[in-house]
C-alpha cells in the first residue's frame, strides 16, 4: 500500500489481529467505541476489503505484520488496561 498509516490505525489492526472486540479495542487505546470502528472503516478502505477477516489477510499481503509483537511495544505506553 502506498499510503501510510497512523499510529492509532497501526493499534487498532495489531488488536483486531489478535481477536479483541470493538469495545476492548476502545477501552485498551483509551477512545470510544466510535473512534474503533471509524479506524476500522479506514482499514477496510485502505485495504479494498469489506471484513475483519479480509483485512488482517491483506494486511499481511501487504507486508504489515499485525499482532502481540508490535502491540507489546505499542500498548506498553498506554498504560494498563482500565477495569469494566
Given at each position: 500500500m502506498?499510503?501510510?498509516l497512523?499510529?492509532?490505525e497501526r493499534r487498532v489492526l495489531d488488536l483486531l489481529a489478535v481477536g479483541l472486540s470493538t469495545i476492548d479495542i476502545a477501552l485498551l487505546?483509551?477512545?470510544s467505541d466510535a473512534a474503533v470502528?471509524?479506524?476500522v472503516a479506514v482499514l477496510l478502505r485502505?485495504?479494498?476489503v469489506e471484513d475483519r477477516?479480509?483485512?488482517l489477510a491483506a494486511a499481511r499481503?501487504?507486508?504489515q505484520r499485525?499482532?502481540?509483537a508490535r502491540l507489546a511495544r505499542g500498548v506498553a505506553r498506554t498504560g494498563p488496561l482500565p477495569p469494566r
Open positions: 502506498e499510503s501510510v497512523t499510529e492509532d487505546l483509551r477512545m470502528r471509524r479506524h485502505h485495504y479494498g477477516t479480509s483485512l499481503l501487504a507486508g499485525p499482532g502481540l
